[in-house]
């Protein structure tokens, strides 16, 4: 059973404030990472997708990636109230295209 | 707008009724997708069309019934739905092949069974 686990939250921050998610999931053979954000009521969209270990920077977005201690994190920089949501955590094993997801972490970024 | 559409967008239903969800994709993806997302729960996958394979979660109720009758539709028909099954219905898509999975999502169908 390919598991992805986040903390459900919520996660609270100042705005202007570095938020943290964190993501951990238990099959080695994990080689897609996708970090999805997902508004009340609407559908997830895709924010990042990282493949490799190390960094990778989108604007205010930073995706990490630890394929030995199998966790990947999403920082939000200079966090704001428009980006206070749940962000879901999707892995997906090398020959399949078929992610799995995580139960997401609500974010709140207060003014 | 991701390219993937969904029809209707709310639905109310009583358990003896028969409704169909509609998905339609603009993004010539080869992958489409059912999820079901209820409240506190994380996205529960229902079936997958990919390069004409079916793949399906074997917990999902036979009174859900999917067809995709080609690459760019797939269907969802609901028959005899009980009130636990009122959820978000997310249709998403994908190019399988490429060397990212990433799945687009249409808006839903939040569906309310009586």
């Known amino acids: 059973q390919k598991e992805v686990e986040q903390n459900s939250g919520p996660l609270s921050v100042p705005e202007g404030a570095i938020a943290s998610l964190n993501c951990t999931y238990s099959?080695?053979?994990?080689?897609?990472f996708f970090w999805y954000r997902q508004y009340s009521g609407k559908s997830p969209e895709l924010i990042m997708f990282?493949?490799?270990?190390g960094d990778k920077e989108d604007g205010r977005f930073t995706a990490q990636l630890n394929k030995a201690s199998q966790y990947v994190s999403l920082l939000i920089r200079d966090s704001q109230p428009s980006d206070s949501a749940t962000y879901l955590c999707?892995?997906?094993?090398?020959?399949?295209?078929?992610?799995?997801f995580g139960r997401g972490t609500s974010l709140i970024v207060h003014p | 707008e991701t390219g993937v559409t969904q029809t209707p967008r709310h639905l109310v239903m009583g358990m003896t009724n028969k409704k169909s969800l509609k998905c339609e994709q603009h993004?010539?993806?080869?992958?489409m997708y059912w999820y079901k997302q209820s409240a506190k729960k994380p996205l529960e996958l229902m079936f997958v069309?990919?390069?004409?394979?079916?793949?399906e979660n074997n917990s999902v109720p036979s009174r859900f019934s999917p067809e995709c009758p080609n690459s760019s539709h797939l269907f969802l028909h609901l028959h005899t739905l009980q009130p636990e099954d009122s959820a978000l219905y997310l249709c998403?898509?994908?190019?399988?092949?490429?060397?990212?999975?990433?799945?687009?999502f249409g808006p839903g169908t939040r569906l309310l069974v009586l």
């Open positions: 990282i493949y490799s270990n």
């Open positions: 999707a892995v997906s094993s090398g020959g399949s295209y078929i992610p799995t």
């Open positions: 069309y990919s390069l004409e394979e079916r793949v």
């Open positions: 099959d080695r053979g994990s080689q897609s």
């Open positions: 998403a898509s994908s190019q399988v092949e490429a060397s990212q999975e990433t799945q687009y």
């Open positions: 993004l010539g993806h080869n992958a």
